[in-house]
């Protein structure tokens, strides 16, 4: 089977980077590169939203995450699926016409650009640990299927390798399409793999039977589980691969339908990665957890197990990539672009191809120092809750004090540096301090705004 799982992900990726190769003559200027010269339809909006929340977390993160908490880690990915329907409804303010590019302008037409540049950065350091964990996953994946012939450090290697070049080559055009190409091949494998295991196995009704397998909110505890989807909530919003995607659209209203979509194409995959996770600690309880969903393919025959194996890894470029390409457009427009003064647009096509490949290589690099997916996504996350709070604030209330909302950011960094310094996260989630610290500074604000 090694040599057909072989000659599958061979195949996969050569169909990938053909894919960057051909539509490379679509991305002749930085406008086409960054944002597909905002002509995209609802089709490639949708399925760039679905890859999106389709990933290494939502996948593999939630196999794993099933596996030892059962159904309740389904809670990470509720608060996104509220959120796409809040961003669908908001995408025209949050849009302000055909300019936005990220949340550098999005927070710029609230507050100075100091506070602007510091929400960008925030913004940038969490994409970029999303990008890390997509790779983590297709580590994790490609290790367990090829065992001796690919080790965890080779499987990220190689997946980050494959969906860097091709949007290196392509940028958010290659995106789309090969995100097309993703989200076919993982409702296909996930639901044909995920059906024969639990049909055959009978791991369900087994497990409904354990302690808190089947519980809404399991081991987790309501506090957990509503924590997940709080944060997750605050993480979707304002994600920068959606703000991309939405700025990709041909017009305001496509981008919107395409959110929707993309949110309802995403629900049942997770959802049946989660099944997959109970069923894999029916089977294989004693396995290290990030191999929940790979181990199952061991259990599936050959003509399944191909196409299983390519929906378990294609989610983690589908996510991978957005992610990646909303992390170049930031750092291009928010910091390369205006520090080196580049305006010539051949040379800024140039340094976003360039931007691409860097942070593809520091997210590889980073990929070394993850442990559990789920938990270390939900605690560097926190930095975007503060970003939606004064965003939100902004919006809702009169115009405040860019100081304000400044010390906000700054204090929510320090929060929470000092609870992972001391070991205050294991205990209270840091987005509880930081909700509670930015709601107190920006109502000071408030407050002084309306005595003027």
Same mark, same amino acid.
Not at 298 to 322: D, H, N, Q, R, T
């Given at each position: ?212 397998? #089947? ?206 310094? #001391? ?30």
């Amino acid at each position: 089977m090694k040599a057909a799982y072989l000659f599958a992900i061979g195949g996969y990726i050569a169909l990938l980077w053909l894919t960057g190769l051909y539509v490379t003559r679509k991305s002749r200027s930085s406008e086409a590169y960054l944002v597909a010269s905002r002509g995209l339809s609802i089709t490639f909006i949708s399925v760039l939203i679905a890859g999106t929340w389709i990933g290494g977390v939502s996948i593999v993160g939630m196999a794993q995450g099933a596996y030892i908490h059962g159904i309740s880690a389904l809670w990470f990915q509720v608060g996104v699926w509220i959120a796409m329907c809040f961003t669908s409804m908001l995408i025209g303010k949050i849009l302000q016409g055909k300019k936005t590019y990220s949340i550098l302008d999005v927070v710029g037409n609230l507050y100075n650009s100091r506070t602007a540049k510091l929400a960008g950065i925030m913004q940038l350091i969490f994409s970029i640990w999303v990008v890390t964990m997509q790779i983590v996953g297709g580590g994790a994946i490609l290790s367990v299927i090829l065992k001796g012939q690919i080790s965890f450090k080779e499987g990220m290697v190689l997946t980050t390798v494959v969906f860097t070049l091709y949007n290196v080559m392509g940028g958010f055009v290659a995106t789309a399409y090969t995100n097309l190409i993703h989200i076919c091949a993982i409702i296909i494998g996930i639901f044909l793999g995920g059906f024969y295991v639990i049909f055959n196995t009978g791991a369900l009704s087994q497990m409904a039977n354990h302690t808190f397998y #089947f519980q809404p909110f399991g081991d987790l505890g309501i506090t957990q589980a509503l924590s997940w989807a709080y944060i997750n909530f605050t993480l979707g919003v304002l994600a920068q691969p959606v703000i991309n995607t939405a700025s990709s659209a041909k017009t305001i209203q496509e981008g919107k339908k395409g959110i929707m979509i993309g949110n309802l194409i995403s629900i049942p995959v997770v959802a049946m990665a989660a099944l997959c996770g109970i069923v894999a600690k029916y089977v294989f309880p004693d396995i290290p957890s990030l191999a929940a969903l790979p181990a199952l393919l061991e259990i599936v025959p050959p003509f399944v197990s191909v196409f299983f194996l390519i929906s378990m890894w294609a989610p983690l470029m589908s996510s991978g990539s957005p992610f990646l390409m909303g992390a170049t457009t930031l750092a291009i427009k928010g910091y390369v672009a205006p520090i080196f003064k580049i305006n010539n647009d051949r040379s800024l096509l140039f340094a976003s191809r360039i931007t691409t490949l860097i942070i593809g290589t520091i997210s590889l690099f980073l990929g070394f120092f993850v442990k559990e997916i789920l938990r270390e996504v939900t605690w560097i996350a926190v930095l975007l809750s503060a970003i939606v709070y004064i965003v939100f604030i902004g919006w809702i209330g009169k115009r405040i004090d860019s100081i304000f909302a400044y010390v906000s950011l700054i204090g929510t960094i320090t929060i929470l540096f000092f609870t992972f310094i #001391f070991g205050i996260h294991r205990i209270l989630h840091p987005v509880w301090l930081v909700t509670v610290f930015v709601f107190l500074v920006m109502g000071m604000g408030f407050l002084k705004t309306y005595r003027k």
